[in-house]
C-alpha cells in the first residue's frame, strides 16, 4: 500500500499510526501540499493527501475513510455502544485539525490580506475543544484517541505559542504520557518551512 502524505500534515500523520498499530506497512510518497504535483491528482481528484492507494489501485481517500478501512475488525474502531463516543471524539480531534490547519493557511497570505477575526475564530475553537478534552479525558486507543494525538502534535509544531496546556492539565499529561510512546513518537513531525 502506498501512502500519499507530507511529514507535517496531522491527517497523514493519524492514518500512519494506525497502519503501525494495525501491523501494516505503506510505502511512503512525499506530496506538496502547496503545489500539488500530479501524480497525487491521478489518484485523488480532491488534490489532498492522505491519500492511500491500495495494491489493486484503489485508492482511498479522507483520512477518516482510510482509517476506517485499515481498523475494521480490530479494537481500534470496535462495534458496540462507544463506537459513537469513539468516532465522536475522533471528530474533535479532526476538527482541531480542521481549524488548526485553517489558521495556518491564513497566517501564510499576504499580511494584507488576512482576516484576523477569521484567525482568532480558529484559535478559539481550538482551545474550546481542547478545554473539553481536559474535562473529558480521552482515554484507552482507539481511532478517537488518536486523532485527538495528532491533533496536539500538530498544535506544538505549528502553534506552540497558543500554550494549550495551561490551565489543561489533565489532558496535558495524557499527551505527554502518550507522546513517549514508540508507536506515536515515529511518526512525529521533522519541522520544515512553510
Ligand atoms: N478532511 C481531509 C483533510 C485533508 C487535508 O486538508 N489535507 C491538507 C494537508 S494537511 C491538504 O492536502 N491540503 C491541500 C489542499 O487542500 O489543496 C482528511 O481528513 O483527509
Known amino acids: ?3 500519499h502524505y507530507s511529514e507535517t500534515s496531522p491527517y497523514a500523520r493519524k492514518v500512519r499510526c494506525v497502519a503501525t ?9 512525499t506530496s506538496d501540499t502547496w503545489s500539488v504535483p500530479d501524480r497525487l491528482y491521478q489518484a485523488n481528484p480532491l488534490g489532498k493527501i492522505p491519500c492511500l492507494e491500495l495494491d489493486d489501485g484503489t485508492a482511498l481517500y479522507d483520512s477518516r475513510v482510510i482509517c476506517e478501512y485499515l481498523a475494521e475488525g480490530t479494537a481500534l474502531a470496535p462495534a458496540g455502544p462507544d463506537r459513537w463516543k469513539i468516532f465522536r471524539e475522533a471528530a474533535l480531534g479532526d476538527g482541531i485539525m480542521d481549524a ?14 488576512q482576516d484576523p477575526d477569521w ?10 475543544a481542547v478545554t473539553a478534552l481536559d474535562a473529558a479525558q480521552p482515554e484507552g486507543l482507539t481511532l478517537g484517541t488518536i486523532s485527538i494525538a495528532c491533533a496536539l502534535g500538530y498544535l ?5 505559542e ?9 489532558v496535558a499529561a495524557w499527551f505527554d504520557r ?3 510512546e514508540a508507536w506515536f513518537a515515529a511518526t512525529a513531525p521533522v519541522q520544515q518551512p512553510g
Open 178 to 180: 502518550l507522546a513517549a
Open 156 to 160: 506544538d509544531i505549528r502553534f506552540p
Open 100 to 113: 488548526a490547519v485553517e489558521k495556518f493557511v491564513e497566517h501564510h497570505r499576504p499580511p494584507a490580506q
Open 119 to 128: 484567525i482568532d475564530r480558529q484559535a478559539r475553537n481550538i482551545l474550546s
Open 21 to 29: 498499530l494495525t501491523g501494516r506497512d505503506l510505502e511512503l510518497v
Open 1 to 3: 500500500m502506498k501512502l
Open 162 to 170: 497558543m500554550a494549550w496546556r495551561e490551565g489543561r492539565p489533565a
